[in-house]
């Protein structure tokens, strides 16, 4: 039914237009649920180029795009990462813009090929971004990834703020490129020349030749040669081969071929690992624990149970360690500790679980993304003194704790231990990188610190804590709620 209040005897004028009114509603549908959005990844599709009748395939084509990413390796063992959504909005025409062929097409986010005159190029104009913006602020004001489908055969999209592809029998292997533009942040591997494309490193391209100055220098053997030889004989290992980032000379990248370079061809381990970091910059290894607050009071005949729970890649092993005044508990591995105060001492102690994602995939992690801890602190009274062997007034190592609480509206509190005295600094950065508020930057003496972050002068959505003190660095994720 197209109008709820139509009636049976409803005139043609009036019929039309109720169905104009329907065409330009917009609504949302999950495709995928793996846990709260505050929670997950959230992948957000958008139809662009679909008429009120086409929506219906439109949800098709965003399912399978979405399958084709979630099947893609690495993320096909980060599946349950991530949640997804699929807005449907209505264009008048169907298609998109084609200005070489003087085809122009009335649609919803202005969709256009021919960008820069390059003909495969996809993209909308600011007024097409400031609708997108409008719909996810309204319908999925949580999003982490943007995917606009263009309801277009032509082969053709881009990467950038969103990833924008076509429904081209390859564009199913296109959204999973552009994908590793917007949301991981790789480069193009292409040598063909592209004027004006700026010049910057991307995680999988570098002007870099020297062997321990190449960022993914782990990945590559002893033995390959740099340059490598562009040969089958180094087809399958790391190394640098050049031609990459629009350049045939001067730029190389991490293997001879890879997804960034020929739709249809596995990421390489560089790209692959870019991925995995980009998915714990998103969400931490912990996904939540118990008791939430960090500061526990018990008597020495009493006992307390914390535990953790944590999000599981498949076919990647986690490692869970629990540390009892910084004393590693070997009996302990598991998501649960029973703590008791007789045990403990009479006095103040920290119990914390370390928990990695250990997966082969990843060798190069100098911000620990696939490393979480939490630690409480707990407080034994008792009326006897009992011995206690174990207790000690200063922590005995670097720790940045989950904020409390999270999600948080318009403050939450930020709590770290130092070991020893350190200069400090706690900073917040949004989704897209950029600082927005440098909490503290000083020296500090040892011991067990919170910092208040009043954010009630920015918009709702996701934010970073970077801590950093010593040689110690960390980044939890914080969910805003407005």
């Keep these: 039914m197209i109008c709820k209040n139509i009636r049976t005897n409803c005139i043609a004028f009036s019929f039309a237009i109720c169905l104009h009114i329907a065409v330009s509603q917009e609504s949302i549908q999950q495709l995928l649920e793996n846990g709260p959005t505050e929670k997950r990844i959230n992948i957000v599709f958008l139809s662009e180029g679909y008429t009120a009748l086409q929506l219906t395939q439109y949800i098709v084509d965003a399912t399978n795009d979405l399958n084709s990413f979630l099947n893609t390796p690495p993320n096909s063992s980060y599946k349950n990462f991530f949640n997804a959504f699929a807005i449907s909005v209505a264009s008048t025409d169907s298609g998109s813009d084609h200005p070489s062929r003087n085809v122009f097409r009335n649609t919803y986010f202005n969709s256009t090929f021919d960008t820069y005159g390059i003909a495969r190029l996809v ?23 943007v995917i ?62 020297v062997r321990e100055k190449i960022k993914w220098n782990s990945w590559i053997s002893n033995t390959t040669p740099l ?36 739709l249809g061809v596995k990421f390489c381990e560089v790209c692959s690992e870019t991925f995995i970091k980009s998915f714990y910059r998103l969400l931490r290894p912990i996904e939540s624990f118990s008791p939430v607050n960090p500061s526990i009071s018990i008597s020495d005949t009493q006992s307390v149970l914390l535990s953790i729970s944590n999000i599981k890649p498949a076919g990647s092993g986690i490692k869970t360690e629990w540390f009892i005044d910084g004393i590693k508990n070997n009996g302990e591995k598991g998501s649960t500790v029973s703590v008791s105060g007789n045990d403990l001492g009479i006095g103040q102690h920290t119990v914390y679980c370390i928990v990695r994602d250990t997966t082969p995939l990843v060798r190069n992690d100098p911000n620990n993304l696939l490393r979480d801890s939490v630690l409480w602190n707990i407080s034994v009274s008792g009326l006897a003194a009992v011995n206690n062997n174990h207790g000690h007034d200063f922590p005995s190592q670097y720790f940045l704790e989950q904020n409390y609480p999270n999600p948080f509206n318009p403050s939450t509190t930020i709590a770290f231990t130092l070991p020893s005295p350190s200069f400090v600094t706690l900073t917040i950065y949004d989704v897209l990188g950029k600082k927005i508020e440098t ?14 972050w009043n954010a009630s002068t920015v918009s709702g959505g996701i934010y970073f804590c970077e801590f950093r003190a010593g040689s110690y660095s960390n980044i939890i994720k914080l969910a805003l709620i407005k």
């Excluded at 993209?123 to 990834?145: C, F, H, R």
């Excluded at 292997?173 to 004006?196: K, M, Q, R």
């Excluded at 909490?439 to 208040?452: K, V």
Aim: hydrophobic share 30%; charged share 15%; net charge negative.
């Design 439 to 452: 909490l503290i930057a000083q020296e500090m003496s040892s011991g067990r610190f919170t910092q208040t």
């Design 148 to 209: 606009i489908i263009v309801n277009d055969l032509e082969y053709g999209g881009s990467g950038g703020t969103f990833a924008i592809t076509s429904i081209n029998s390859s564009a199913l292997e296109t959204v999973v490129h552009e994908l590793g533009h917007s949301f991981a942040g790789l480069g193009d591997e292409y040598s063909s020349p592209y004027p004006g494309y700026p010049d910057t490193e991307e995680p999988n391209t570098t002007k870099e030749t």
């Design 123 to 145: 993209s909308i104009d600011g007024e097409g971004a400031n609708k997108v913006q409008t719909l996810l602020q309204s319908l999925m004001p949580d999003y982490d990834i």
């Design 227 to 262: 340059p490598t030889p562009k040969t089958s004989q180094y087809g399958s290992v790391v190394g640098l081969f050049e031609g990459a980032h629009y350049q045939s000379s001067g730029w190389f990248r991490p293997k001879l071929n890879c997804k960034m370079q020929t």
